[in-house]
C-alpha cells in the first residue's frame, strides 16, 4: 500500500478545529486540498501530519502554534491615530484592512480595538499562537 512522503501529490480532506472546539476550516463542504508534501505549500505540523499516512486512512492530529501559524507577536499590533485612516472609514474590531508598508508591500490586517481617537491594527496571522486541531482523511497520493 502506497505511504505519503515527500515529494507526493496529495489530496486530503481535511477539519481544523480550536481548542475551544470552533471549526475554523473544513473541505467537507468542497473539493479536497491537494498539495505536494514537502514544497512548504502548507505549514510544517499538517505536512508532518500527512506524511506517512495510508490511502483512505483517517486521523487526528493537535499542531502546536510553532509548527501552525506562529506565537501572537506583540510588536505587529499598532496603534494608528484615525487622523491617518482613509476619510470616510469606519472601523471596527474584527474588519480587515490593507495597509502599505514603508518598501510598498500590501498587508492584510486585523482592527484589534476602536478608541475615539485611534485604533489597533494586529499584522499577525488570525491563528497565530492558536492550538490546531485537523482530522485529516488521504484522498489521494500520486
Given amino acids: 500500500m502506497k505511504i505519503v512522503q515527500d515529494n507526493n501529490q496529495v489530496t486530503v480532506h481535511y477539519k481544523g478545529t480550536l481548542k475551544s472546539g470552533e471549526v475554523f476550516d473544513t473541505s467537507r ?12 505549500q502548507m505549514i510544517p505540523g499538517f505536512e508532518n501530519a500527512v506524511k506517512g499516512m495510508q490511502m483512505n486512512e483517517v486521523k ?8 501552525a501559524y506562529g506565537e501572537t507577536n506583540p ?13 470616510g472609514l469606519n472601523p471596527f ?29 494586529d499584522a499577525n496571522h488570525p491563528l ?3 492550538e490546531l486541531t485537523f482530522e485529516i482523511e488521504v484522498v489521494s497520493i500520486t
Avoid: C, N, Y
Fill in 75 to 87: 510588536e505587529m499590533v499598532q496603534k494608528v491615530p484615525k487622523s491617518q485612516l482613509p476619510e
Fill in 128 to 130: 497565530a499562537g492558536e
Fill in 29 to 40: 463542504e468542497r473539493e479536497p486540498l491537494e498539495f505536494t508534501v514537502g514544497a512548504g
Fill in 60 to 67: 487526528t492530529v493537535t499542531i502546536a502554534p510553532a509548527d
Fill in 93 to 121: 474590531v474584527g474588519q480587515q484592512l490593507s495597509s502599505k508598508m514603508e518598501d510598498g508591500q500590501e498587508i492584510i490586517v486585523r482592527v484589534a480595538d476602536v478608541q475615539d481617537d485611534h485604533i489597533k491594527i
